[in-house]
């Protein structure tokens, strides 16, 4: 347990409405901001917690304001000008931002936040809406040691690891490495789960028996009956993949790192959204196998 802390939290999509509640069964004092304002009066109705009209109202005083939205350009939305939560953050108070985002923005923002005398960390999670409601996030984080020392215990209330990679942007950078790894691990399965199928295999035994040899995945165990069922509809949606892929693209090329197999699965993903797939779970690569 952590001391109690006076927090905000910014967005309740799927993953932070759970983020945030479980900030409220750990003690703190949670504040919250939505941009559609009824999504953040159900978050306050149902914990410990009150709603405010803008992010800098639910930023005032806090020590600790936690940030996750879509984009980079959300961040900036929430974050800066006469209503973001910097606007009502104090000096000493520490901006932590779960988005997962640009490393470049990361960096903008440690600078700002450097000068107003306010702790900087970029946090981006992998886990997915199960993690969030399991309160189980991996947390990848970039900023300075002090400053992570005093988050991190709070952020130990929906995580079941959070690690200090290096300095700001390296959180996001490391956000990227997942999402890269993930593409090609979904692509492949996608592959030998159509190839099972086609070729008349029973994948449960199938499955069953490879998951415990080198090909395990957490793809392949959470993934494959939902695959070979053609059911798509809940978990992590392509358009998100798509967006996250997109910013590891444009970090490759900055820095000349070749992706060739993420720029082809990208475009796989483009495909998927094209037939309609674009809330479809990333796992929905099978169905242009399966279907083509």
Not at 123 to 128: C, D, F, N, R, W
Request: charged share 20%; hydrophobic share 45%.
């Amino acid at each position: 347990m952590s001391e109690t802390m006076k927090t905000a939290f910014i967005g309740l999509g799927v993953m932070g409405y759970p983020m945030a509640g479980y900030l409220g069964k750990s003690g703190h004092d949670v504040a919250v901001y939505n941009r559609t304002a009824a999504k953040a009066e159900k978050w306050a109705g149902a914990h410990a917690g009150a709603a405010f009209a803008t992010p800098r109202e639910a930023a005032n005083g806090c020590d600790i304001v936690f940030v996750c939205v879509g984009n980079d350009d959300d961040v900036r939305s929430v974050v800066l000008g006469d209503d973001g939560v910097l606007a009502g953050m104090t000096k000493g108070s520490i901006l932590v931002d779960h988005t997962t985002a640009s490393a470049d923005l990361a960096r903008e923002l440690a600078a700002i936040c450097a000068e107003a005398g306010i702790g900087f960390l970029d946090a981006p999670v992998s886990g997915g809406q199960a993690g969030a409601e399991n309160g189980a996030l991996t947390v990848m984080v970039g900023g300075e040691q002090a400053i992570f020392d005093r988050a991190a215990p709070v952020i130990d209330a929906y995580s079941q690891a959070c690690t200090l990679i290096g300095p700001a942007g390296s959180g996001q950078l490391a956000k990227m490495v997942n999402q890269i790894c993930i593409a090609g691990v979904v692509q492949g399965l996608s592959e030998a789960m159509n190839f099972g199928m086609k070729a008349g295999l029973d994948m449960e035994k199938v499955i069953g028996t490879i998951s415990k040899g080198a090909a395990q995945s957490w793809q392949m165990e959470n993934r494959w009956e939902t695959m070979v069922e053609g059911k798509f509809d809940y978990g992590f949606a392509v358009d998100w993949m798509r967006k996250d892929l997109g910013i590891c693209l444009a970090e490759a090329e900055r820095s000349n790192a070749r992706l060739p197999t993420t720029a082809l699965i990208d475009q796989f993903y483009a495909q998927v959204q094209a037939r309609g797939g674009a809330r479809w779970d990333t796992s929905s690569l099978v169905h242009l196998l399966a279907n083509d």
